[in-house]
């Protein structure tokens, strides 16, 4: 094996970055390490100063991420027992929104003793919710003017997003919007930090900085937000052109080489987001196929010939997941993170002490139960808004609701009906594609949920479709270093990086022809649940959060 | 005290009777005892053979009725450590409708060999929910006639009353049919048993067998049901008058005297239904005085001066509750039931744990718990029919409903959500009554629900109204009892006997008015969703019904 060229890929989480070293023949996973982030999601308090942050506050310490660089880089080539200097490519995924303020050099303003204690002056994780205000001014005037972008967006953009962080910044902290020269995403701040250059990524700048068309939204309409607003673009975030993704930004520089013990000068690639990373490591990279990374939500990732309006899509760019192609993203914002809620709080002690028993945990016993049912049998239906609806609805305020409750209602029925919930959630988001004109011909997962197989076979049945599963633990890592092999020339493109490296197993859930017809029943009532209650028939969902936020505090 | 005359008051429960020694003087409860029911409710399999019983049934054995009086009146009397010589009457009242077949003896079928093995020789209890075919067709029937009787009982008669019953044995088993002279309320049997006669008390005839102006239903209407139910009425259910409440009906026989140990020759007084008998025992005698009877589930109970069609109600029948005045019924199926499959069902470990740590019980810690949110902080509303909907609805069919589940819900949110529910659905129904024109100026409670300060405070402040309580821990026993002493002449009447005997603490709960604001916007929504999905707005929880029954058998 020795002489074999590798590569490196590292995929930083919202808690953790995890590095992989990887074959480019065929895509081995020879050794791989993971880094804690110290101080983890900063939601509570600052550190620096104990201040207590608003609520929906989310920061990162950009320090965190460097030391993924110093410690599980080295450590995942230890772990895979190679020699470093076989390495001949690196490449990083990141989450996405999570920018941060720098100066021009890159220094992040946080680093800076002078704004140490200034909350603004860190990285917003994608999960900082506190700029909604703003996100609906950016809504609301954008399609006053009609912006060209938005409906590349659904109609309506996130305030997890690049804009609305960044205005929320000036409105909030003049001092620092004043004193930060760049506004740059995690992903590209660590390439930067790889290669001493400044890039920005075609799927991030894209998907999270209204990039459409060759152009950001244009001053006149950032002025519209609000004057000292206007110069966003040109002053703050606009340089070089975008990065296709793939690309070769630059090489490792002595200082990155010195961190990671990697060779100097090794080509480092333009920088990803994780879910849209995750494609080809499951093959995913031609129109028709829709990769869903399935873990505490759920990341719809598509690709298309061309550009369709596709009503509550995360965003439509082109070259957003392979170059020369659009990319389609979507997503349902609750998935794994339901089931948990659910076994947190909704399961009495003999479910916990039978899984205990078995040895097993509280998901796998229940699903168990669960999938001894037919389809129906619980008499329930539920929508799967407990955390909002990121696509079709794009509505952060609406709430999970289940209906059908009776005295003989179990657990594993409400488990049943909320993991049903999320597939129906899935199959509007397919309708929604395949309505815009976008086929939804094969449907492949990747993300932790994959190894349940209640969920998986729910799904085959409700979307009527074969499930073809990733086989790699860490799509995302894996992924990365794809295109770092393609960056350091070793693959022609990522098509061709895909077929040698990525790893799928095909039609390992097929759906059954009865059950799929009994589900197409339920989804019935479920659409017309969604309907009225996502569309303004009963807008109970909304006023129940004025109401929350009207009661005083004890 | 001795020589004081005392009274025996006998309540016959669903799983056991209590029979109760008070003092004519002024109620005073002297002593008590409950015998458990050997067969409590025969559910699932027939003792006799051990036959399988299809869904919904729910029989009993009258043989345990007779026990009570055997064991359960002689150790009353013993606790209250009282002369048996002192006693001069007594009265019984029982759940309803819970008819039995019997000869023109009394004898029950089921008491007979030949029938032993016969599920429909068996008295079937107010449970038994397998006759909703048989109340569908009566309801049609009815309503096609335009029967005077039918807007009487909300528009709609139950499942669980005796004409349903009754067609339901003609029809599963026309020899039991045959076989019975008579068809009598478990009420009127024990009464029968006491006194030697055969009577119909007012109370359960007027509401559980569609006695109204005087008339049971026609031979006519009847033989539109069936041609063999024509002389239903004349053959099996007519005797004499009916007896009104507070009469005295016959005196106990030697045998009665026999196996209570009381005087013959004392007072019987007319039968009476658990729930309606609690009234005077709450003092509640009066026009404009609701009474609600709270445990698993909740009875609505009041007087009026005069007759109204109140949409949903259970039934209004002049003297049904005080003799002279209408009596109304409502009833929400499920309340308790819903607290307590909430705890067994959707409760997590660590609340178990903490109640068992505060050596409280679960429901005492959860509402403690929910006792300390502001209204509306949980930002959920319910429905509460997870047991169906009894009034104003009249569907046995819907189930309960959740909305405004967020990945931050917890248990005491739901708890509370739940309770809440079931206030709201008391407001539909007094809000129905207030429609119609009856009056609610005063609520009082009974019911081991009043134990819960949490509730009580929850239904001050949805109703606007206070809450009085009954101050006696046996309120149909003690009603019961003073029935007795009615009968046997110590009182001129039923108003007379309350004033002396009753027990009540008045505003025990008032309401707040910031609390009963925030409840009138949340109350809005609780209607609205009511509406759509109790009126057709959408059919969903009649659909899953269907679902529940159409998937196959594992």
Redesign the interface.
Known sequence: MAGEPLVVGIDFGTLSGRAVVVRVRDGAELGSAVHEFPHAVIERELPATGERLPADWALQEPEDWLEVLRTAVPAAVADAGVDAAEVIGIAIDFTASTPLPTLADGTPLCALEEFRARPHAYAKLWKHHAAQEQADRINALAEEREEAWLPRYGGRISSEWEFAKALQILEEDPEVYDAMDRFVEGADWIVWQLCGAETRNACTAGYKGIFQDGAFPSADYLAGLDERFAGFVAEKLEGPPLAPLGARVGSLTAQAAAWTGLPEGIAVAAANVDAHVTAPAAQVTGPGQMLMVMGTSTCHIMSADSVAEVPGMCGAVLGGIVPGLWGFEAGQS?VG??FA?FV??????RY?EAAAERGVDVHTHLSELAG??????????ALDW??GNRSVLVDHLL?????????S???ED?YRALIEATAFGTRTIIEAFERAGIEVRELFVAGGLLKNPVIMQIYADVTRRALHLIDSEQGPALGSAMHAAVAAGAYPDIHAAAAAMGKVRRDVYRPDEDRAA?YD??YE?YV??HD??GRGG?D??H???R??Q???V?
């Not at 001894?372 to 239906?381: I, R, S």
Request: glycine share 8%; net charge neutral.
């Open positions: 609750g993170d339901i809620w947190d709080n909704a399961v009495p002690p916990h001894e049912q037919q389809v129906g049998a619980h008499g329930l239906v407990n955390n709430s999970g609701l289940i209906v059908g409750l009776k005295l209602t179990r657990a409400i009994r029943r339920l009532h017309r649940l009225h209650f009963d109970v969902m006023a129940l959060r109401a929350d009207e009661a005083p004890l």
